[in-house]
């Protein structure tokens, strides 16, 4: 079950056949303008801001623009093909946010999400961005309107950990109820009060490339704002079942009350519970070792 996270995007999915769009782009080109809506120096400000959002999110960003009749109207299936067609996507779950304006009969505007992004957003939060930007469109501001979409992206997904402060469980394999999934939310609230760190639980499905050691679980909590204090401290259950595995991970000063050797102990305790399949006693079992420390 998806978790809204920001208050940003909602969904409406057209890209473009890519044998109508046979041009030479060099492999880092993320503005496809088939119409030649921008001038030269729209791109280079363009691709500036691409290359800063992607840097400073992890994720990639890319706009198509055509004018032509793509004659047919499997647009999902036409933004996939896109999409794995110029191998967009950045961390280890190929994130991206592909911008299609058609300019072609009436005109549509149009916003797809992939890897993370598909978990992180709702179809609020894409009708959010695209109700923001239309108004730039209709005034011909083109490339200000896909700038202000950057600038607003960049400032949610940087900052989801500080600024929505009640969701610490992302369930994205989908493995707790949801009356299992509000127990934990509170115990982890009791838990950050109690300790003044942060904590986290993360569950995945999906294979990702570079995840054989449970990094995506780095990748996303440094990623999105996450941690308590000068240090961005706290802790992370994570749980990759594509795998068949399950990590505890501090950050920050937390071993310094937890150590590695007690860490090890928790995991011992836990172990059972989750070769089980007891997921939410084994968070729970955890939770309550790591207050243990702060008591």
């Given at each position: 079950?998806?978790?809204?996270?920001?208050?940003?995007?909602?969904?409406?999915?057209?890209?473009?056949?890519?044998?109508?769009?046979?041009?030479?782009e060099?492999?880092?080109?993320?503005?496809?303008?088939?119409?030649?809506?921008?001038?030269?120096?729209?791109?280079e400000?363009?691709?500036?801001?691409?290359?800063?959002?992607?840097?400073?999110?992890?994720?990639?960003?890319?706009i198509?623009?055509?004018?032509?009749?793509?004659?047919?109207?499997?647009?999902?299936?036409?933004?996939?093909?896109?999409?794995?067609?110029?191998s967009?996507?950045?961390?280890?779950?190929?994130?991206?946010?592909?911008?299609?304006?058609?300019?072609?009969?009436?005109?549509?505007?149009?916003?797809?999400?992939?890897?993370?992004l598909?978990?992180?957003?709702?179809?609020?939060?894409?009708?959010y961005?695209?109700?923001?930007?239309?108004?730039?469109?209709?005034?011909?501001?083109?490339?200000?309107?896909?700038?202000?979409?950057?600038?607003?992206?960049?400032?949610?997904?940087?900052?989801?950990?500080?600024?929505?402060?009640?969701?610490?469980?992302?369930?994205?394999?989908?493995?707790?109820?949801?009356?299992?999934?509000?127990?934990?939310?509170?115990?982890?609230?009791?838990?950050?009060?109690?300790?003044?760190?942060?904590?986290?639980?993360?569950?995945?499905?999906?294979?990702?490339?570079?995840?054989?050691?449970?990094?995506?679980m780095?990748?996303?909590?440094?990623?999105?704002?996450?941690?308590?204090?000068?240090?961005?401290?706290?802790?992370?259950?994570?749980?990759?079942?594509?795998?068949?595995?399950?990590?505890?991970?501090n950050?920050g000063?937390?071993?310094?009350?937890?150590?590695?050797?007690?860490?090890?102990?928790?995991?011992?305790?836990?172990?059972?519970l989750?070769?089980?399949?007891?997921?939410l006693?084994?968070?729970?079992?955890?939770?309550?070792?790591?207050?243990?420390?702060?008591?």
């Amino acid at each position: 079950m998806k978790k809204r996270i920001l208050l940003l995007i909602m969904a409406a999915v057209l890209l473009l056949n890519t044998a109508a769009l046979a041009q030479a782009e060099s492999a880092d080109t993320r503005v496809f303008d088939y119409a030649e809506l921008f001038s030269a120096d729209e791109v280079e400000t363009l691709r500036a801001a691409i290359i800063d959002f992607q840097e400073n999110t992890g994720y990639d960003f890319a706009i198509l623009i055509t004018s032509e009749n793509l004659g047919t109207t499997d647009y999902q299936q036409l933004a996939d093909d896109f999409y794995v067609s110029k191998s967009l996507g950045l961390g280890m779950n190929d994130t991206a946010v592909l911008c299609y304006l058609d300019l072609y009969g009436d005109s549509y505007y149009y916003i797809s999400v992939y890897g993370d992004l598909k978990n992180l957003m709702a179809t609020e939060d894409i009708q959010y961005l695209i109700d923001q930007s239309l108004p730039y469109f209709t005034q011909g501001s083109f490339s200000d309107g896909f700038l202000w979409m950057m600038h607003i992206l960049t400032e949610a997904l940087t900052n989801i950990g500080s600024v929505n402060q009640t969701t610490r469980v992302f369930d994205y394999a989908e493995i707790l109820s949801d009356e299992e999934r509000t127990t934990l939310e509170a115990a982890i609230a009791d838990f950050r009060t109690l300790s003044d760190r942060d904590f986290l639980f993360l569950s995945t499905y999906e294979e990702m490339e570079g995840n054989e050691n449970g990094d995506y679980m780095m990748e996303f909590y440094k990623s999105h704002g996450f941690g308590s204090g000068e240090y961005r401290s706290g802790m992370m259950i994570y749980l990759d079942l594509f795998a068949g595995s399950y990590y505890i991970q501090n950050f920050g000063d937390m071993d310094s009350y937890v150590p590695q050797e007690s860490l090890n102990l928790i995991m011992q305790q836990s172990n059972p519970l989750m070769a089980e399949g007891r997921v939410l006693d084994a968070a729970l079992t955890v939770i309550n070792a790591y207050s243990q420390y702060f008591q």
